[in-house]
């Protein structure tokens, strides 16, 4: 686990991002740090929060990481920190798109590929991981905040509204063919049935996590089916939460026919997609194919 102190310096607010090797889904990026000698504190919507106190040469405390997962930490003081490689800066309300937050590449040579998350509230802090990896990898990311419980019809309105502002986004370059969707939880559905109306979101792809579906959306499903924007379905084989079986049959019935696109069931993962640790004291681990998958439909090398 790697800890960094930055001040963003466009906003000159202190900073501090958490790395864990390997497994993207635990990274965060605090901007509500606080500091009252000796105790440094941080937190974000989802659950995620840390407490650390100072010593002389290093610092501890500890992590809670979507109020399921508590991590000791003891972080040795190892140097100046990374330049960091993407800004966090989270719009001021203007009362018209929902709340937005954004990650935007500090590389602006090119134009980027952009991804709008739209998490539930148990996969909030997940997708903050998600976004920091996505954005290290040169995407630009914008994480939609749902009201709580929103029914699909409220969904599907926040997704669509969400991709105009982030389409017209004026602090990146977005290149306008690599711009997706990527709905988690019980946000899935309403980001499918958005993709069905009349005026759909100009989505280049959909990503739907944990989406449950009942032989009653065969109807609407179909519409999907016949959109021309390529659906990769993601499921835990260990999800409690929904029927993966039926949902993930009626998803590939559904879009599965279309070349482009694809839905996976991996067996042993639970809802976040995150496979068992082999041993005590390692962290769950992501399946070993995810990400080469994501970065390739986005369209990034990194």
């Not at 997962?69 to 040795?76: F, H, M, Q, S």
């Not at 709905?183 to 280049?204: E, F, K, Q, V, W």
Request: with cysteine; hydrophobic share 45%; proline share 8%.
């Amino acid at each position: 686990m790697v800890v960094q102190l930055y001040q963003d310096s466009a906003s000159r607010r202190v900073q501090l991002r958490l790395q864990v090797a390997q497994v993207p889904l635990y990274a965060r990026v605090f901007d509500s740090v606080a500091y009252q000698a000796p105790a440094l504190t941080a937190h974000l919507p989802g659950g995620t929060r840390l407490a650390l106190r100072e010593e002389p040469n290093f610092l501890t405390g500890a992590v809670w990481l979507n109020d399921t997962l508590r991590a000791e930490l003891v972080a040795v003081r190892r140097g100046a920190a990374d330049a960091p490689t993407f800004a966090v800066v989270q719009p001021p309300a203007d009362g018209a798109p929902p709340p937005l937050r954004y990650w935007l590449p500090l590389d602006t040579l090119s134009q980027q590929p952009a991804v709008l998350l739209c998490p539930d509230a148990a996969a909030t802090g997940a997708a903050y991981g998600w976004a920091a990896w996505l954005a290290d990898q040169g995407t630009v990311v914008a994480l939609l905040a749902l009201p709580p419980a929103a029914p699909d019809s409220i969904v599907a309105q926040n997704v669509t509204a969400a991709m105009q502002h982030l389409r017209h986004n004026d602090r990146a370059r977005i290149d306008s063919t690599r711009v997706g969707i990527w709905a988690m939880g019980t946000a899935a559905r309403g980001a499918a049935r958005a993709m069905t109306a009349a005026r759909a979101p100009g989505a280049a792809f959909l990503w739907l996590q944990g989406a449950a579906f009942e032989m009653a959306d065969r109807t609407w499903l179909r519409q999907l089916g016949r959109r021309r924007v390529p659906v990769l379905g993601l499921y835990g084989g260990r999800d409690t939460t929904i029927n993966v079986a039926e949902s993930s049959q009626l998803l590939r019935s559904a879009v599965g026919r279309r070349g482009q696109s694809s839905i996976s069931v991996y067996a042993g993962a639970n809802a976040q997609l995150l496979m068992p640790a082999d041993t005590a004291g390692q962290w769950p681990q992501l399946p070993p194919n995810l990400l080469p998958i994501l970065q390739k439909w986005v369209g990034v090398t990194r």
